[in-house]
Each structure stands twice: as C-alpha cells, then as structure tokens.
C-alpha cells in the first residue's frame, strides 16, 4: 500500500547522510511506464525553494519519469547556487538511470531553510538508491521523506476496477492553507492523460490538503505530485480518476493530522449553512488558525466564546445573532448566546468536531486542525539551528 | 499620571465582587467639564459584545459625561438580555449622578464571554464608585480594569503648552489588529471638538494599538475613548491634539506588549523600503501572526528561514531573491539566501528587533509582538471556564 502499489513503479529509500542521525534520507520513485503522465501541486508562498522552482517547470511538460526526494534540507533561500544543486541533481538522476532527459525528473527536499545541501553525499545517495530500485522499496521511500514526523505515511486505492492510486506523504507540522507543509507522490496505474490528471489532482488536493490547517503556517516546499503508468490498461472516466485521487489525498491528509508535531487534539471544524463554499473554508480556516481556540482546547475548555471571536473576524454573510455552535453535537451555543450546558461537552477524547451554524445558506465545507500544546512550543522552539 | 491627571475629571475603582477573588472590578471615569467632547475606537470583530454596541452609539453624539467600566465578564454573546443589562447600567449611572442622560454615558466591559452579569452585585459597585468619586480616582480605577494584566497601564502627556493627555488601559492576551483586546480610556484638558478628538484618535490608534498583533487573535470588547473636558482653557491645533494622543498611545501600546500573557521577547518588526505603507504593515503583520517564527523567537533561535516563508505568504510587492533580513541589526539574510553568521546573533534579551527590507520602495513600519512560549498555551488553556 505504498508508491509501488500500481503496477509499473519501483522505490527505493537509503541513508546518504543528509541526516546526522544516519536514517534513511533519500528516495527515488520510477515510473516504469509504458506511460509517463503527470501533474502537480505546489506551494502559494512566494518564496519557493529551488526544488519547487524546478518541478513547477519539469510538471509544464506533463511527463515524469523519477522523482527523487531528499530530507535532510530543503534547499530553500538557497540562492543561484541551490537552484544549480537542484538542476545537477536532475541530471545526475537522470544520467545513471538512462532513457529520459533531466527534464523529465522532478525533484522534491525537505528539512533545514536556508543551507546548502551536501551534493557529495547526496549524488553518492543516488547511486545506492538507483540501486537498491524495487518493487518492494514503497516503504523505505516513505520513511526517506520523514522529517519531524513520528510515522511514515502511505496509502493505496483499490478501485476494483482493475486499477490502483497508491502514494506516500510527509509532514507533521507547518501544515497550512494552500498545502501543508508536505511532500506527496502518487502514482497509478491508470491510462490518463496530463490534463485528466492534472483535473483529478487539483480537485482532490481543493478538497484535502488544501483544508488541512494545523498551525497556519505555509511552506516554501509543498509539492504533491501524480504519476501515471497506464500499466493496468484501463482508462477510468475523469469522475472515477477524481474520486479515487480525492480518497487518496484524504487518507493522507488524515495520517498528517494524527501526526502534526506536538498536538493532542485532531479537530474537524464543520461549517454548515453557509451562503458559500467559499464562506464555509474562511469561517473554518480563521478557526483552526485561532490561537485561543487552539490553546482552549488543548485546556478541554470547551469556549465557545473564542470561536465566535474567530467568526466575527471574517468577512463571510451571517448575523452575529443567528450564529449556533456545537461542540461533539452539544449546543452549546444558539442566537449568538450561550444554550446547551457547557458541562456536557466532553473533551477528553483526541477527536473533537466544532460544527458551526452560519445560518445563511445551504454551502459546507470541512476544515481539520490541531491544537496548540506545549509540546507544539517545545517541538518548534528547539528544532533547528 | 492617570486619567485624571487632566482638569476636570474624577475617576473611582471599587471592588463590587464580579471577580471571585475581591479584587477592584468597578470603574468610574466622569468628565466635569466645562465640555463633555468625545471620540471613540471599536472593535472590527463582527461579533461585537453589548457595551461596545452600546457605546457605539453613545459615541455618535460626540459628548460622554460618563464612563463605566466592569472587569470579570464581558457581557459578550449574551444576546438581548446582555444588552438591556448594558443599557441598564447606563440608565442607572446616569441617575446617579443626575445632569445627563444614558445616551451620555459610555460602558466598557471585559473579562469571560457567554455569561450575563450579576447586575445587583454591579450596580452596588456603581453605588459604591460614585461615592468614591476623587481626583485621586485614577490609579484606582486602572486597576479595576486588569483582568489578566499583572499590572496596571497609565499613562500622563504635559505638552508644556497648559494641557495635558491622560489615560488608563487593560489588556493582555487576544491582543490583535483593529486594536488589541483592551479597553483604554484616554482624557485631556484640552478644547477640541468631537471631529478634532476623532481625528486625533483614529490616527493616533492606526499607528499604535492597531499595530500591535500580541497574538493574531481580535476580541469582541474592544474599545478606547476619548474625552474632553475643556477645562484648560487652551485649544491645541490639530497637529498638536493629534501628536499628544498618539504619544499617550504609543505609551500604553508598549506597556500592553510588556504585559502580555506568558511572553519572554517583546518583539519589533520593521519592514523598510516598502511599496507602500499599507504592504509595511501586512508584512510586519504576517510575521507576527507566524506560529513558527514566534516559537523560533521563544527558543532564541534567529531562525530567518521562517520569517521569508512569512513573507512570502504575503501578496505585498517584493522580489523573492531581493529580501533582506536583520535580527537585532545582524543581517543574517541578503538577497533571499544566508549572510551573516547566525551565530552573531544575540537573542539573550527581552527585546528583539527584526527587519525586514523588501526593496521594493521607501515606505516602512513597525508591527509590535510577542513570543509564542510554554507560559502562553498555559494561560490560555487553563483560563476560563
């Protein structure tokens, strides 16, 4: 259930010593064919680390053939010199497999802003993992791509159909809007052109990751990528390439939740009645990004009070007056005032759900969060320099 | 140096047992005139508590006699009973001390949201604060605004010219844009009109307290006003009401910051050569709000990396590869990628200067916040219910 689930994909994952603890840190994922489609997303933020900068241009040709992934250092704020890093990496790549220009391999780091990455031990960690290219190597490519993260991620999609999505992510915190802080690679084994893909991809991610909001903040290395082998021989329709893409990315994204650095809270921010898709993610998202919501929580207060500071701070339709929220379906508040005892709520569980009631509309939409523990403060106060 | 360091103004703080330890929690401000000008500043939340509806539309006639401020609840979300008590209070204060009517008297209230208040506990406090009416009042009075402050806020501007700005504030967590979660009651001897005082007021608040972004969160309370009692005799121009203003301001803004929940950096950032004013402030703004960077700040750690991924989420004019960093006057970042040494970074302090130059102009500003530490998720998760 991993990368190398579809038919027509090999992995591998090696430890080049990117990181000092010498764990696996360097992975290769190779699309067999007899297709090479692809799409991808990519951070909003403006500045991109080289990586993106490269894999933007790469995914405009709608073909790759490897993606190589390091940890280790993002090889972002790098200047020229670490866009050169990124290129030569490519090539290299592309060189010792043979058969495709470095145009058409996709490079994708994580770790450290700001420094270089040891090209020595890097280019050497290609060998090995060119190498050690498997149809079992789906695990130790997920575990390569693991920063602060406590598990590696995967997942694979059974359609039934005769085809398969399979995929792999990392990231556990800087998890935000517009990506979280990740790298995701996906494969199948469906036949699907770059515009189907491209489709599916963009409406998973709209719906997944892209509501994933655990600490607001957005990185400069996001990337999730999609590779087609067209191994299976069947050609899906674009809804059922959407659906099986959208079931992936969700899975992820959970397994991202569960894991975000330092939380013990996994909260679901449902926002209902709403007058607009749109209205609905603001509403969730200024929520999950609400600091004394996020502490409350992890204090198992349940304070209804913050969170209807957190909704009068957008500019969505309701009326401060019709505002209804429930806390794991107690509502404790109805018309903007306190309802339902406050005392029935019971938080002590990891799964929370906030279902907010705007009362102005039949629009919803999902946001997931965490909370804000000290753990989050103690794992991002010491990580680093 | 209170808010009755100005001619004609009393002020009284009594304890009336709205908080459970028997601190003071009553305020009496009361402008003896010969004028009764005044201006006020409201929240931008939405979700607006009953006081600030209240004197929103008390401040409309531009002349406030009286204003009456309770600590240990906020008459938030409490729904049309919150307001009828709101308007009860200012009923009550009013025939008190008779020669005004309600729509005279302002009403400022903090602490919990969603709970009513104890009016007969409140108006003996009003009974008790009338009879304690003195010039001695104002020390007295700020304190029985602080609901987690550890200290009171005031402050005393002499312009030297016959006339002087006094004033009181509260506030010390859910301090954000469109003004800090604070009350702030500013007086002055001065003779201006009410468009005079509203001008002041609004400028003065736009390069202050709306600059101040402790922690991204805006509350449903906020409030500052402005009263004039003419009793000086002098009438200042624009530019000098308006200067002595913001000074009294800009002083009560920095007392806020060094008095906010749980921090140990009182951080400035500067962001120079800007497009515009307007991008200064986003982008100084965004860096506050960043989860990341104020961990990083917490755990001394002059981590640039995560102030250009701040920046970057910004859609303010600036070029990726043209962005500067300083931390405490080190520039630790030049042209997007690593400079000086971090390590010359000295991080030992309380206060941090960050600079941020975005080579995009000749505008700048300053955001004023706090770091993100243990002490923070503690208060904001234990308080309350």
Request: proline share 3%; glycine share 10%.
């Amino acid at each position: 259930m991993t990368v190398t689930s579809p038919k027509g994909f090999r992995a591998a994952g090696v430890a080049a010593g990117l990181k000092s603890t010498g764990a696996l840190d360097l992975a290769l994922v190779v699309n067999d064919g007899p297709d090479a489609t692809a799409a991808g997303v990519f951070t909003a933020n403006r500045v991109k680390a080289a990586p993106v900068l490269w894999s933007q241009q790469v995914i405009k040709g709608r073909a790759v053939k490897v993606v190589v992934l390091n940890s280790g250092g993002a090889n972002a704020c790098t200047g020229p010199g670490g866009f050169q890093d990124t290129h030569s990496t490519a090539e290299y790549v592309a060189s010792r497999l043979g058969g495709m220009g470095a145009g058409q391999v996709a490079v994708c780091s994580t770790g450290l802003i700001g420094e270089r990455l040891p090209m020595p031990k890097l280019l050497a960690g290609v060998d090995g993992a060119t190498k050690a290219l498997a149809k079992a190597g789906g695990f130790a490519a997920a575990e390569a791509i693991m920063t602060t993260d406590t598990r590696p991620k995967v997942v694979e999609v059974v359609t039934g159909d005769g085809w398969t999505v399979g995929g792999m992510a990392k990231g556990a915190g800087m998890l935000a809007p517009s990506l979280a802080t990740m790298l995701c690679v996906l494969t199948t084994d469906a036949m699907a052109g770059g515009d189907a893909l491209d489709e599916a991809l963009r409406e998973a991610c709209r719906v997944t990751f892209d509501r994933l909001d655990s600490d607001g903040c957005m990185s400069t290395n996001d990337t999730v990528l999609l590779l087609a082998s067209g191994a299976s021989g069947v050609e899906p329709t674009q809804e059922e390439l959407t659906a099986a893409v959208t079931r992936a990315c969700h899975d992820l994204a959970q397994q991202l939740l569960a894991d975000a650095e330092g939380h013990t809270k996994q909260i679901a921010i449902e926002v209902v009645n709403a007058d607009s898709e749109d209205d609905a993610v603001i509403v969730g998202r200024e929520i999950a990004r609400n600091n004394l919501v996020k502490t409350a929580l992890f204090g198992k207060d349940p304070n209804w009070g913050r969170i209807l500071a957190a909704v009068g701070c957008t500019d969505a339709v309701f009326e401060s007056d019709e505002l209804n929220v429930a806390i794991n379906d107690v509502w404790i508040c109805r018309a903007g005032a306190a309802a339902e005892d406050r005392g029935k709520v019971d938080l002590s569980g990891v799964e929370v759900r906030i279902t907010v009631d705007l009362n102005a509309g039949d629009h919803s939409a999902t946001v997931w969060t965490n909370d804000l523990s000290h753990a989050y403060v103690h794992e991002n106060s010491a990580y680093s320099s």
